[in-house]
């Protein structure tokens, strides 16, 4: 071979990877650790006599209650969920625009495209959202009914403040890839930063910023049901009221109710967003690749979006009004004073981190649960081309229906209930925590990463199979390479959703921070309350810090 | 080097829907071993629909179409191995390493176990190399594949295809997302390719008349799924060629 | 891949839009009102001696929330009647909600358990006391144990010790009957929580507690006597399964307790009505068999005093 000289100027292994390597370690010592917090006793893990009671939750499926009052009710608390939803996405997006206009990095530079002072103010304001970001609805829920007492703006709240601070980013983000030209020949006319980005950025994120708006949207019904669950109305609440007393056919009706809910919400979410998948969404990724400039059903669903933002605000009788009302400025002095400063348990420093720890454990064992699970079922879940081809596909795409749906009852059912159904099974402890965590993760993840697999690129399989390699072949070396980052990239974003969702776990033994707040809500330990708040912030911030880096190594 | 064909297309027509239109009408040539073959028309001419078919990906409605003799409807995975496909868009795998990405053009020999070990490292790395010098990137081989330029990725998919070491190679627009001066670098490796092996043919569809008549032999154009003329490069001009894309646009 | 799906879809979205949109209109049909600041009238006044012209009655739901918001439905239109002031009935999912909401002044009257009725007094200057049932003045809960984990019934306080080393669950946490006074009763048995098998658990709700102990998940429980005799005459429980090993002292429970923004006067008429509830009258018949009563009587807030000691000695009051 002549090119030999040549050939050993290239080193024939490959370049050791340390980040990777270091990463690889690191999630494989924190799984070990994770597991071995939980408790690997085998024999101490399940339950078998509780079986018959866990299976009688699941036959009541087939026989809700279907009484017409019920259904009524049913009904009517559905009207009231979505309302939650649509007010909570509204208020989010408008948190969302401004906030993101605000977190744009170009707002903050001069014409000449230099920074100065301005540079830390955005910084600043990149910390402050971060904040919000990192605090589950149901911890505003629990300080704004507090504020609030019994008002609607109470569930619009919880879900538009830490959407909106999400949503802000996602938006100076996307307003961060606009090419700046336009902007710039504006600014250099004179006009100012605010309005050169109007004119100048925003009309062209703008189907992008749409698209995720309706992402949101899906997740608001998700978290307006957890809500109810803890006392703010609708479906949830309607729901927690027959869990008491383990009414398993009328939670069944709601069940059914909250599952047909989400479905119509999470298929017209992916119809809006169309070719921009809901993984792209998810991980904040660049929409724009595929965005055509009108897109009808886009511009029909925000407008039908707008229209029932009155109906929504009317039907649940929401006043902005009580927000400066006398008695909730009283009431959150109150909290304030009450709260502030943070106060350590009577466990101390060592209370609060094991707290945090298990809290970490919990949020790492179901991830790594969901994850691998959806996964595998992704692919069975995707939809594929030409569903009544063969009676093959017939099969494959029948197969594939009844996945999305068990995957839609696993996003539906709230996390509390799967942990309460989990403890008939399992011993108490974190497991059943995990289980549950991991089973409504599940069924996000596994819609997502369908996604993923539906919109794979084809064309190098196609390629590969074309000279003659394998099905397996295929699979190693076109179809997993493809997914596998993307899996990877989802998974971590869903740790750091997961960490937040920990809080919404208090039921039986699924111990952590959200067991803690639960504990102190009862005595009212207010400034207990704000010290478990600021660690679950905190392992938050860490686990989003982390998360990134690892995204970034691994991309 | 037997005297049969390598490809030959035998009065072959497809439509892709029983209602739509015919997308090649009663298609007919053969190609031999040593033949660079540039396939050229305006866009929905009939170009891919060809090369999908000599892949066997494509049915024909109508017609045979047969690689070595044997016909694509019953080409399996050795028959597939004669054949190294240059798609459009050059589908690589973006999150692999160019070593896997060359090295996935064996996949047609391997079983399961080789298959996964070829992944986690590639076994012949010294073979890969000395491929990707002839395509000009050795000092590649440990990128990953989406980190290249247009043209590099090109380069990849092509040393992918020489790495199979097939027959026939199909390419389909290689050097449309090109510059000039990268295009008829790319050219200039994939005629090489069949200089200086014995029994290999190209068949390229191609956009850039004057690309097709310096590198290939022979021409077919082709139009509304019809054969206009296939004929020597030598005696096809500049001016006819360009007039033929110029009919439907 | 995608793209052919979604034109063949494409009149789906406005479909699914429509629906979307009926489903807003239905719910506006459906008298299943959320709650509303509507009831805050009372709370705004901030002096006691001002008219109040509604009362916002809560309850903290362990019954089936039909008949729950049936018979708090049937005792709101009787007090509205006696009082004549309008009462309007507000479901809770929590305690603690209950006892925030009361904090607030979104509900003025609610019908509390013992240590959530303090907790609430202590939130609130000049909140009382006033009525309770007859048997509240001799509540008591229960230890039921899985007929598996082998503890046998036991006859006083002390025989709780049998309960060291077992794993154990309450009910809800700010629960009297199904958390304060069995942890009070245990810590008199010289049973700390430290010394159960696992960490405590709580099942959140009476029904809950005797769920889990029967699929042996936790081999002993402790709940509210009513409701688990409730059950058992109901034939819901399975006696094979889980058993009663012990039955508590008597202490206060439950009562209404009411916010200062109702006067002297109206509080009287309000306990005069509840006492007035006559088993004989059919309507009131019904209203007392929910709550598990023969009559409602007055009472005062030093009825709960020693609740409050054993809250504060637990923790649970600070």
């Known amino acids: 071979m002549t090119a030999a000289p040549l050939a050993s100027a290239v080193s024939t292994s490959p370049p050791a990877r340390w980040g990777r390597r270091f990463w690889w370690i690191f999630g494989a010592v924190l799984v070990a650790y994770s597991a071995q917090r939980a408790g690997l006793d085998l024999g101490r893990l399940f339950n078998t006599r509780g079986f018959s009671q866990f299976s009688d939750f699941f036959e009541a499926m087939f026989r809700p209650d279907l009484s017409w009052d019920f259904v009524k009710l049913a009904i009517g608390e559905a009207g009231v969920t979505l309302g939650f939803a649509i007010l909570g996405t509204a208020l989010s997006v408008l948190i969302g625009i401004f906030g993101g206009v605000l977190l744009t990095e170009r707002v903050w530079l001069n014409v000449a495209g230099t920074s100065g002072a301005s540079h830390w103010v955005w910084r600043t304001l990149r910390g402050l959202f971060a904040i919000p970001r990192a605090m589950h609805e149901v911890v505003f829920g629990l300080v704004l009914v507090n504020i609030l007492g019994l008002d609607p703006l109470v569930a619009v709240l919880a879900i538009g403040i830490p959407f909106g601070a999400v949503t802000a980013k996602v938006f100076a983000e996307l307003l961060d890839e606009v090419p700046p030209d336009a902007e710039q020949t504006l600014r250099a006319a004179g006009a100012g930063r605010f309005s050169a980005l109007m004119f ?51 939670m069944w009706t709601l069940l059914w109710a909250l599952i047909i809910l989400s479905g119509i919400a999470d298929r017209w979410s992916s119809l809006v967003r169309r070719r921009r998948n809901a993984a792209s969404v998810e991980m904040h990724a660049s929409l724009s690749t595929s965005a055509p400039a009108k897109d009808p059903v886009l511009r029909t669903s925000a407008v039908l979006f707008l229209l029932a933002i009155p109906v929504a605000w009317w039907r649940l009788d929401v006043s902005a009004a009580s927000l400066w009302s006398g008695r909730a400025r009283r009431l959150s002095t109150e909290l304030w004073r009450d709260a502030f400063p943070p106060a350590l348990g009577d466990d101390g420093w060592r209370g609060l981190l094991g707290d945090t720890v298990d809290t970490l454990a919990l949020a790492v064992l179901s991830m790594v649960l969901a994850w691998s699970i959806a996964s595998v079922v992704a692919f069975i879940a995707s939809r594929i081309e030409n569903p009544w081809g063969s009676p093959a596909n017939i099969v494959r795409s029948m197969v594939g229906t009844f996945t999305r749906l068990v995957l839609l009852i696993a996003r539906a059912v709230p996390p509390p209930v799967w942990a309460f159904l989990m403890v008939f099974i399992l011993k108490p402890g974190l497991w059943p925590g995990v289980v549950a965590l991991a089973i409504y993760n599940l069924g996000v993840l596994g819609r997502l990463q369908a996604e993923v697999v539906e919109n794979l690129d084809d064309r190098p399989g196609r390629a590969l199979r074309a000279s003659g390699a394998s099905a397996f072949g295929v699979a190693n070396f076109a179809t997993l390479p493809a997914v596998s980052g993307r899996f990877t990239a989802l998974g971590l974003y869903r740790w750091e959703v997961a960490i937040r969702e920990t809080v919404t776990l208090s039921v039986v033994g699924a111990a952590g921070l959200g067991r803690t707040i639960r504990d102190q809500a009862v005595r009212f330990d207010y400034d207990g309350i704000l010290a478990s708040i600021v660690a679950l912030v905190l392992i938050t911030l860490f686990v989003d810090a982390i998360s990134s880096s690892i995204r970034r190594t691994i991309r | ?126 073979d890969i190399v000395a491929i990707l010098e002839q395509v000009g990137i050795p000092e590649k081989l440990w990128d990953r594949a989406d980190q290249l330029s247009g043209g590099q990725q090109q380069r990849v998919a092509i040393a992918r295809t020489l790495y199979q070491k097939p027959d026939l190679i199909l390419a389909d627009e290689p050097v449309s997302a090109l510059d000039p001066a990268r295009s008829d670098a790319v050219m200039e490796i994939l005629t090489e390719a069949v200089a200086t092996t014995p029994g290999r043919a190209l068949v390229t569809s191609m956009h850039d008349a004057p690309l097709a008549l310096k590198h290939c032999d022979r021409i077919i154009a082709l139009r509304r799924g019809e054969v206009l003329f296939d004929a020597p490069s030598e005696s096809v001009t500049e001016p006819q060629l360009a007039m033929l894309y110029e009919l439907e646009s | ?228 005799k409730s059950k058992v005459e109901a034939g819901e429980v399975d006696l094979d399964k889980v058993q009663l090993i012990y039955e508590t002292p008597t202490y206060f429970d439950y009562h209404w307790v009411a916010r200062p923004e109702l006067d002297a006067d109206l509080q009287n008429k309000i306990v005069n009505a509840l006492a007035a509830l006559d088993p004989s009258n059919a309507e009131h018949a019904e209203i007392l068999e929910f709550f598990g009563a023969e009559s409602f009587i007055g009472t005062e807030s030093d009825n709960y005093s020693d609740i409050e000691s054993v809250g504060r000695a637990s923790g649970l009051i600070e």
């Open chain 2, 1 to 126: 080097m037997s005297n049969h064909a390598v490809l030959s297309f035998d009065g072959v027509s497809i439509n892709y829907s029983p209602s739509g239109p015919w997308a090649l009408r009663d298609v007919s040539f053969s190609v031999s071993a040593g033949e660079r073959v540039a396939l050229v028309g305006p866009s929905g001419a009939g170009k891919t629909t060809i090369l999908s078919a000599a892949n066997g990906l494509v049915a024909p409605t109508e017609g045979r179409v047969r690689v070595h003799g044997t016909d694509t409807a019953s080409l399996g995975r050795e028959g597939r191995r004669a054949i190294g496909s240059i798609p459009q868009g050059n589908a690589l795998v973006g999150s692999l390493r160019v070593a896997q990405n060359v090295a996935s053009g064996r996949l047609g020999y391997l079983g399961p176990v080789e298959t996964l070990r070829e992944l986690v490292r590639p076994r012949d790395t010294e």
């Open chain 1, 200 to 250: 100048g950025a925003i009309p062209h994120a703008m189907s992008d910023i749409l698209s995720y708006g309706f992402y949101r949207f899906e997740c608001a019904i998700r978290s307006a049901a957890v809500l109810g669950l803890v006392g703010a109305g609708g479906l949830g609440f309607q729901l927690a009221l027959s869990f008491q007393t383990l009414r398993y056919n009328e």
């Open chain 3, 1 to 228: 891949m995608g793209l052919v799906n979604f034109n063949s879809l494409k009149s789906k979205p406005f479909a699914a839009l429509l629906l979307v949109l009926a489903l807003v209109a239905a719910a506006c049909g459906s008298d299943a009102a959320p709650a509303s600041q509507s009831g805050a009238s009372s709370s705004e006044s901030g002096g006691a001696e001002s008219a109040v012209t509604e009362i916002n009655l809560g309850a903290i739901p362990d019954q089936d929330p039909e008949l729950l918001a049936r018979n708090y439905g049937l005792l709101a239109d009787y007090l509205t009647e006696e009082t004549g002031v309008k009462v309007n009935f507000q479901p809770v999912t929590a305690y603690e909600a209950a006892v925030s909401q009361f904090r607030v002044g979104d509900l003025d009257l609610v019908w509390f358990g013992g240590l959530t009725g303090v907790q609430a007094r202590l939130q609130v200057d000049g909140a009382e006391a006033i009525a309770q049932r007859d048997i509240d003045a001799e509540f008591t809960s229960v230890f039921i144990a899985s007929t598996d984990s082998g503890i046998d019934p036991i006859s006083d306080v002390a025989g709780l010790e049998a309960v060291k080393g077992r794993s154990f669950t309450f009910g809800s946490e700010s629960s009297t009957s199904g958390r304060l006074m069995p942890q009070s009763f245990l810590e008199q048995a010289g049973v700390a929580l430290g010394d159960l098998d696992g960490e405590v658990g709580f099942s959140g709700a009476h029904d809950k507690t005797i769920a889990l102990v029967e699929a042996g998940t936790y081999e002993v429980g402790a709940l509210s006597s009513q409701v688990w």
